[in-house]
């Protein structure tokens, strides 16, 4: 019971809150009154919150939370599912996936060799792929890990960068080292970056390679243009994956190019053995407000839109 109330009933409060019902404890009886329909999905929620406690993975409010959510979507996956699902464990920490288009996400990238996660900041998107990479690794179901992403800055000004060619394109890369550091071992990292297990490079480096028995990602997609988009997918081989990962809402290429991510669905739409996966606002799982502030530009760009290439003329109004 003191598992299922929370530390300092913070879990009863969360119920309270979310579910339009009167929630009572006393001793190891629950009792909920209300609405028929809140009813039903109070006691649902209670038996998952078991069902995961049963587990030994314990709980937290945000899981709690979750649970609410997948509940009220009346999906067939059930919520107990999705926050045990164990991807990857390592230096006492273990990796799951924490909301329903998550766990989809990850389940797509065992069932297929191309994968899009296409989501706003901060929904895993890159870190859930590079857990299923390091998986994949430690399974010897492949070689080797290379992962990219495009040096948007690649020109002039990155140039002017001190340092070597690796240190210039170190800032562009050092999400991927911060990921790859939380799921290994720090002192495993350099000896497999030398050995070429695992390979941390800009995007032009992909040209004119077959890459085989390798676990491929591409980060920050948004920022390709269509050929670096071709480019990139047809370097796949034998026994490979690739998932391709990016934020269509924050394309930074210059001179107004088309970003190779945006148009890529319409053209492999429908194309076997490739599956697209959309992750919301709902799927973030940085600070809460991150979920809020995505929420908002998006409500902001969907009035926006509407209004873009067509001229507002405001009636003039005369001095008096």
């Known amino acids: 019971m003191v598992n299922i109330l929370g530390p300092a009933d913070s879990f009863l409060r969360i119920l309270e809150k979310e579910l339009d019902a009167d929630v009572h ?11 028929p329909d809140e009813l039903a999905l109070a006691s649902e929620t209670l038996t998952e919150m078991v069902t ?15 649970i609410i959510a997948m509940m009220r979507a009346h999906t067939d996956e059930r919520p107990a599912e999705v926050l045990t699902a164990n991807i990857l464990s390592s230096r006492g920490k273990t990796i799951r996936p924490k909301t329903l288009n998550q766990k989809r996400y990850v389940d797509a990238i065992d069932a297929h060799t191309v994968v899009f996660g296409v989501g706003p900041a901060g929904t895993g ?10 998986q994949a690794l430690q399974n010897k179901d492949i070689n ?11 020109g002039e000004r990155l140039g002017f960068l001190p340092g070597t060619l690796s240190d210039k394109i170190d800032p562009y890369l050092r999400p991927l080292y ?3 550091h939380d799921m290994m071992d720090p002192d495993a990292i350099p000896r497999l970056l030398t050995a070429g297990t695992i390979e941390v ?3 032009a480096y992909m040209r004119g390679r077959t890459l085989n028995d390798a676990f491929i990602i591409l980060d920050e997609a948004q920022n390709t243009s269509m050929e670096q988009m071709k480019m990139f997918l047809t370097r796949l081989g034998f026994n490979s994956r690739m998932v391709v990962t990016g934020d269509i809402t924050q394309v930074d290429l210059p001179g107004g190019q088309k970003s190779g991510l945006r148009e890529v669905r319409h053209i492999l739409d429908g194309v076997d053995d490739i599956a697209f996966c959309t992750l919301t606002n709902h799927d973030v799982v940085r600070h809460k407000l ?7 530009y998006d409500r902001y760009e969907s009035i926006l839109e509407p209004r873009q290439g067509r001229r507002v003329h405001e009636p003039r109004q005369e001095r008096r």
């Open 201 to 203: 490079a800009p995007l």
């Open 290 to 296: 991150v979920g809020r502030i995505v929420a908002a």
């Open 52 to 66: 995961v406690i049963r587990t030994g993975q314990g709980l937290t409010g945000d899981a709690v939370e979750r």
């Open 125 to 134: 998107k890159t870190y859930l792929a590079m857990a299923k990479a390091v």
């Open 144 to 154: 080797r890990i290379i992962l990219t992403r495009p040096a948007v800055e690649a």
């Open 178 to 180: 911060d990921a790859l």
């Open 25 to 35: 404890v006393r001793g190891n009886q629950i009792t909920v009154t209300g609405d």
